[in-house]
């Protein structure tokens, strides 16, 4: 097993996540079988009850794990599938070090920090890396290591210290360490500064880890004296200096990497052989070539909460791209904040109405993703009538399925009142309530989660033709909320019609509109298995539909 280990410095959030996944993808168009495992050095067991405000979205996976969103960067850049093992968090590794205490593991022993914790975490690298993390079954055969948080915080320092241990107990020559850091430019001039490189790999270093690569993030491509310098100053090789700066998509990231030598370097480091012909690079190559050569816009209105930090819905806006590049037009996604379209409500900014009802009518297609909690909840039912009435493409996502029956009970059935009991739990139609499994008392890891099939109810209809005829799907939930089984006789009846059920019957998980263009709602979440090349057939359906296709 070879490891490729990814820390970063200087800032969070200057893709440690693309250059991690984008080094996964040169090991795999090598030959070799990729896997990865994503390190949050914060307290929370997993990302399920942290705000996608403040921390982006939620990843989720077939097991149900609430992660990381990199996690979802690396199912679609190497094309696998991870559990929730695959993000290991402090919480995790604390919660396991104290279970074993109170068993009586360390009996007599002082239970500290080293070696306790970071042989903790360097057994479940160990166990986690040997995994398989695709269909065929087979254990990997090189583990991507992505470190979070900047090197040099308090706490990623036990992680940083069970790395450095950790190149000892597989052998160096199974180990890569990666630094991924900033070169900013400064001035009229435009100077390249390394200085605050300088100053992470010397705290890298002052930790124990001396790092193979670098890779400097920057606008432009490194100068040539600027790698000099830094090659210098942080004891690496020049050609080990690696420029990562802006390039025109993310699919040149692994292909600019590639252009540096970084295979050549990874092979020589880690001991593998090259292969002449990596077809996987030339899918990567023509990939990029084709989202550089997209024409024509196709504007979709994204009705949503969280809109100021766009990672909030990261999944749905790479799967709403994959679709965008099969129809071949460049993605506009008009960001609507759903509560906006709410006139009614008081003391409203009218001009901020205006303008959201403005996007929503001129857009190509209306998607309502996921959400939790009501802020909003009346302007996503606006946002649907108008796509139903207007003979608008529109896809709902989960909390997007639920205010489209909402919408379709009041205006079309006539039932007022209508509404979920997550908002209203005194509704005269409860068209939408709480599934009865589901605790009430926690909220960590308690919704229906991950992976369950979907059944087709008939044997012709959008969704089922967008994947392809298939007789079920499994794709991924994330909800404590139903469509209220007792109305859905009612609702058939009027057109809105449940194409896809879960396996007992009941269970709604897929609708349709009858004489409308495209109007289409999942109470799964299609957009965590999209990937680039294979986009996800609901996505790809309102693409299509929003272009006339
Ligand atoms: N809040 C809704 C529920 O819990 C929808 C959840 C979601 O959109 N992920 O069912």
Not at 26 to 40: C, E, F, M, Q
Not at 301 to 306: I, L, N, P, S
Not at 468 to 481: I, L, T
Request: charged content about 25%.
């Amino acid at each position: 097993m070879k490891y490729v280990i990814v820390s970063g410095g200087v800032l969070s959030g200057i893709g440690k996540g693309v250059t991690a996944s984008s080094l996964g993808v040169l090991l795999k168009s090598a030959g070799l079988r990729p896997t990865a495992i994503k390190i949050d050095p914060y307290l929370n067991t997993d990302a399920g009850t942290m705000s996608p405000f403040e921390h982006g979205e939620v990843f989720v996976l077939d097991d149900g794990g609430e992660v990381d969103l990199d996690l979802g960067n690396y199912e679609r850049f190497l094309d696998v599938c991870l559990t929730r093992d695959n993000n290991l968090t402090t919480g995790k590794v604390y919660a396991k070090v104290l279970e074993a205490e109170r068993r009586g593991d360390y009996l007599g022993k002082t239970v500290q920090v080293i070696p306790h914790i970071t042989d903790a975490v360097q057994d479940w690298i160990e166990d986690v890396a040997h995994r398989s993390a695709d269909e065929s079954g087979e254990e990997p055969d090189v583990c991507v290591i992505e470190l979070g948080g900047t090197v040099g915080d308090i706490e990623s320092a036990p992680f940083v210290e069970a790395l450095r241990q950790f190149q000892f107990r597989v052998g160096p020559e199974n180990c890569c360490f990666v630094h991924v850091s900033l070169v900013p430019v400064i001035g009229v001039v435009g100077e390249q500064k390394t200085k605050p490189t300088q100053h992470t790999v010397k705290e890298l270093r002052g930790l124990g880890i001396t790092p193979d690569m670098l890779v400097c993030r920057s606008e432009r491509p490194l100068e040539d004296d600027v790698r000099e310098k830094l090659a210098l100053f942080c004891h690496v090789s020049p050609e080990a200096v690696l420029s990562a700066h802006d390039v025109s998509n993310i699919y040149r990231v692994p292909l600019l990497l590639e252009e540096q030598g970084v295979s050549e370097m990874l092979s020589q480091k880690l001991g593998f052989a090259i292969p002449d012909s990596r077809t996987l690079l030339d899918d990567w190559k023509a990939m990029a070539d084709r989202v550089d050569n997209l024409s024509g816009d196709v504007h979709i209105a994204m009705v949503g909460k969280y809109t100021g930090l766009s990672d909030s819905y990261l999944s749905v806006i790479k799967a709403l791209q994959h679709s965008s590049f099969e129809v071949g037009r460049k993605l506009v996604i008009d960001w609507i904040e759903a509560s906006d379209l709410e006139h009614i409500a008081e003391g409203k900014d009218e001009s901020k109405s205006l303008e959201a009802w403005k996007l929503l009518s001129s857009a190509d297609g209306i998607l309502v993703p996921g959400g939790f909690g009501d802020r909003g909840i009346e302007g996503k039912i606006l946002a649907a009538k108008y796509a139903r009435e207007s003979n608008t493409p529109y896809l709902g996502i989960c909390l997007g399925l639920q205010t489209a029956v909402i919408e379709f009970c009041r205006n079309v059935l006539g039932w007022e009142g209508a509404n979920s009991t997550e908002f209203d739990e005194s509704t005269s139609h409860p068209v939408v309530v709480f599934m009865p499994e589901i605790s009430k008392t926690h909220l960590g890891g308690t919704m229906r989660l991950g992976s369950r099939p979907t059944l087709f109810q008939v044997d012709e209809c959008a969704t089922r033709t967008l994947y392809s005829g298939v007789s079920h799907v499994d794709e991924r939930h994330r909800h404590r909320y139903e469509v209220n089984p007792a109305f859905i006789e009612d609702i058939e009846a009027k057109g809105l019609k449940f194409v896809g059920k879960d396996d007992s019957g009941q269970r709604c998980e897929i609708f349709e509109l009858v004489e409308h263009p495209f109007f289409v709602a999942t109470q799964y979440h299609p957009e965590f298995k999209s990937r680039p090349g294979r986009p996800s057939p609901p996505f790809l359906g309102l693409l299509q539909a929003a272009t006339k296709q």
